[in-house]
């Protein structure tokens, strides 16, 4: 019904900057969320950004505040993760999640890597 499309990973020294962005298509009205969650190897996956279709609330993980920004285009059913400031740390295959009101069942994309070195 839905497909995501990440793109934007690559690799960047510490300090440096990345935006990543997920493409949505197919059946695509009635976004409840998007969000942004990361792995990286050997660990569990975990939460980086979301935010509300409808109302435009953000939250982000501890980790993260300050440093990336969650946003959305509409018109071109894409959201966006703006990374600031990468740490070596934030080294990860990064995927996108999406949320829909007409079902109860969560899309992942295929994940971009992201690779900081210091």
């Known amino acids: 019904q839905v497909n995501l499309v990440e793109s934007g990973g690559g690799l960047v020294q510490a300090g440096g900057s990345l935006r990543l962005s997920c493409l949505a298509s197919?059946?695509?009205?009635?976004?409840?969320?998007m969000a942004w969650f990361r792995q990286a190897p050997g660990k569990e996956r975990e939460f980086v950004a979301t935010?509300?279709?409808?109302?435009?609330?953000?939250s982000y993980a501890d980790s993260v505040k300050g440093r990336f920004t969650i946003s959305r285009d509409n018109a071109k059913n894409t959201v966006y993760l703006q990374m600031n400031s990468l740490k070596p740390e934030d080294t990860a295959v990064y995927y996108c999640?999406?949320?829909?009101?007409?079902?109860?069942?969560?899309?992942w994309g295929q994940g971009t890597q992201v690779t900081v070195s210091s």
């Open positions: 999640k999406a949320r829909y009101d007409w079902d109860d069942q969560d899309y």
């Open positions: 197919g059946r695509t009205f009635g976004t409840y969320y």
């Open positions: 935010i509300n279709w409808s109302t435009s609330y953000t």
